[in-house]
């Protein structure tokens, strides 16, 4: 056997490799390990059996040596594409047959021994043509086949997935597709107990035909599907659910890469929306038809190139990281043809290629059975080290960095990203957490005052393999400092005020952080009552105390200012509270009874006009100016307002003639009027 490598990084050497087969065309389409630590092969011969090709079933130990063989079918062409290790020690198979059936071809399942000696078996179809490309076992026991039919759905060929029982008998059936030809080669059973297909459509997407993932609930009820693809030909191959709920598919493509087909991966999240993709190949032509999530992260495809290699076609394995980027990939073969069409791990690391070959055995084509040395790629990166803030300190959570070194790895060129983990207590029990930090420093806005916190650090490598921070480190966060103190101005102490508004002054608070805003609540207490205006980040407001709710003309009260800071969340009152004896009333004859809005005038108007309204005690009042598409273009009044009848001019000189709104807000009070602007 010729072995080429393709790539810089060390590839897996052959560790033995077997052929298994008559004079004729035997071909292997599925492997499995089995539980006596040895493998079965399983696809079609025409060099054994009764038929023009039959089922062909091989049975090796643990160095690939046969120990015995089973053929199955009839007269006519019958072919095994699916292969499944049952929990009995038996097998169950799965394909096609020409012999057996309703049909021209019908999907066939069949159920062996341990010794290959045949159980039962069933056939799924109409009167026409059903496939089946794949098959596996599901959670519950039974099996799921999935392939292509004519006998059923809404075009020239449609996808068929067919679930079973344990014994075999149909649950039920569905296909998908459209008006074209649509095909499946690989189906998996998905985490929520539904089931993720891949294959192909002529009838949805972009190009000939597209690569097309359909997803289904546990009753095989579409939920969506996706199309990928160009203006060429594409096929998706095999599909597996990633550890996020996406996917990783793998097929072939004509619309992108730089040969006739080149291998296609693609990554999606779990509604099947691509992330990302890449291709690999030469300028000839390459077929992916399977893809492996290795135990040590990353990705492994593979099937054959015309690219690379020592013959016209050989087998090629890929191997990728987590991103989609080539790490190593091998060709096997020799001067003639080889496929490979299966993928296993294997204990140590290494890989079990399940395919068929022209180069060496005995006949046209035969199974053939290579074991690689194990992959070194992708193992774990070292522990590494903290760097703070270091345990016991005190952290300023409005300035909090944390800072931590590069883990170690046996490639100098591996990129990390990091996930921090920080947490109330030291259990982790419902951390804070932020993922795909490309960096060694994170700043937190999302620590707070008075707290005792604990974090770490879990590193990725390129292969999504992971290591956690060698330390669990806590830090503590101090309490809250206040806004600084500031004094009252005016009125001052034992003030009597004058009839009308007067104008309550004090001393700016600073807030600590001087990012933060202060904001100021006056209040007014008596003997009797008390009651607070939320002022804003102004330290004057004109009150007239009249029209104070709490406040009796000519009585005494005490009025001061709090200072607020929303981070930290905390208050500070002013240093002084000043009494005053309010003035005598005006008569309620002389006030407004109710809060009005009055149309302005003149209106229309050319540039200026007079807009009045009433206030009956003293409010934060707003007047804006509007235009007609709602746009603000004007604001007249936004602050404290005492009790009476107020007028303000406005003047629309800068603005184009129009229709405008004039909007008064006072507490629940709203009201608006339009006004014509004509030049």
Not at 47 to 75: P, Q
Not at 90 to 110: K, Q
Not at 164 to 189: I, K, M, P, R
Not at 593 to 601: A, G, P, S, W
Request: with cysteine; charged share 20%.
């Amino acid at each position: 056997m010729i072995l080429s490598a393709v790539g810089a990084q060390a590839q897996p050497d052959s560790v033995w490799s077997h052929t298994y087969g008559g004079s004729g065309h035997d071909g292997c389409l599925a492997v499995k390990q089995t539980s006596d630590g040895g493998y079965a092969m399983a696809g079609l011969s025409n060099s054994f059996g009764t038929g023009d090709y039959d089922f062909w079933l091989v049975k090796t130990d643990s160095v690939g040596d046969s120990l015995w063989s089973r053929v199955y079918g009839g007269s006519e062409h019958d072919g095994c594409l699916a292969l499944e290790h049952t929990a009995d020690g038996g097998y169950v198979l799965a394909g096609y047959t020409d012999s057996y059936g309703a049909g021209d071809r019908d999907m066939w399942l069949l159920k062996v021994d341990a010794n290959g000696d045949s159980l039962w078996s069933r056939t799924f179809g109409g009167s026409a043509y059903d496939y089946c490309w794949t098959m596996i076992q599901t959670s519950d026991g039974g099996f799921a086949l999935a392939g292509e039919t004519d006998c059923w759905g809404a075009g020239d060929k449609d996808i068929r997935l067919v679930k079973t029982d344990a014994n075999g008998d149909s649950l039920w059936s569905h296909t998908y597709g459209g008006s074209g030809y649509e095909g499946c080669f690989d189906v998996q059973q998905t985490s929520d107990g539904g089931y993720i297909l891949a294959g192909y459509t002529p009838s949805f997407g972009a190009g000939g035909r597209d690569a097309w993932l359909v997803k289904t609930d546990a009753n095989g009820d579409s939920l969506w599907s996706r199309t990928f693809g160009g203006s060429g030909e594409e096929r998706a191959w095999s599909v597996r659910e990633t550890a996020d709920g996406g996917y990783i598919v793998a097929g072939i493509t004509a619309s992108f890469g730089s040969g006739s087909n080149d291998f296609w991966l693609i990554r999606t999240d779990p509604n099947g929306n691509s992330l990302w993709s890449n291709t690999f190949g030469g300028e000839q032509l390459e077929m992916c038809y399977e893809i492996m999530l290795p135990p040590n992260g990353g990705y492994v495809l593979t099937g054959y190139t015309q690219s690379y290699g020592a013959g016209s076609n050989d087998i090629w394995l890929l191997r990728t990281d987590a991103y989609g980027d080539s790490v190593w990939s091998r060709t096997f073969g020799g001067p003639e043809r080889e496929l490979c069409y299966r993928l296993l791990p294997t204990s140590d690391g290494g890989f079990i290629l399940g395919g068929q070959t022209e180069s060496f055995g005995v006949g046209e084509y035969d199974f053939w059975l290579v074991r690689t040395e194990p992959d070194t790629i992708g193992v774990p990166p070292d522990g590494f080290d903290l760097a703070a803030p270091a345990s016991g300190d005190t952290v300023d959570p409005l300035s909090a960095e944390f800072v931590w070194q590069t883990p170690l790895d046996r490639d100098p060129d591996e990129r990390f990203i990091y996930c921090l983990y920080v947490s109330t207590d030291s259990l982790f029990t419902s951390p804070d957490s932020v993922c795909l930090i490309p960096d060694t420093v994170y700043s937190s806005g999302e620590i707070v005052f008075s707290q005792t916190y604990w974090w770490q650090v879990k590193a990725f490598d390129r292969f999504e393999l992971s290591t956690w921070s060698n330390q669990i480190w806590s830090f503590i966060t101090p309490e809250p400092a206040p806004p600084s103190a500031f004094n009252l101005l005016a009125p001052e102490n034992g003030a009597l005020l004058e009839p009308g508004a007067t104008s309550f002054i004090w001393d700016s608070s600073i807030d600590p952080d001087p990012g933060d805003i202060v904001t100021y609540t006056i209040h007014f207490v008596t003997e009797a009552d008390s009651i607070s205006y939320v002022i804003g980040t102004d330290t004057t407001v004109l009150v007239n105390p009249d029209t104070v709710d709490v406040l009796e003309p000519g009585g005494n009260a005490i009025w001061y200012v709090t200072a607020h800071s929303n981070h930290p969340d905390t208050t500070i009152e002013s240093n002084q509270r000043f009494a005053f004896t309010a003035s005598i009333a005006e008569t309620p004859a002389q006030l407004p009874r109710e809060f009005r809005l009055y149309q302005n005038y003149p209106n229309p108007f050319n540039s200026e006009t007079t807009i009045n309204y009433d206030v009956p005690k003293a409010s934060v009042v707003t007047l804006l100016i509007y235009d007609l598409l709602g746009k603000e273009v004007a604001t007249l009044v936004d602050e404290m307002r005492p009790a009476g009848s107020h007028a303000v001019i406005f003047d629309g000189s800068q603005l184009p003639s129009g229709i405008y709104f004039c909007r008064l807000q006072a507490g629940d009070f709203v009201a608006a009027k339009k006004m014509v602007l004509l030049k």
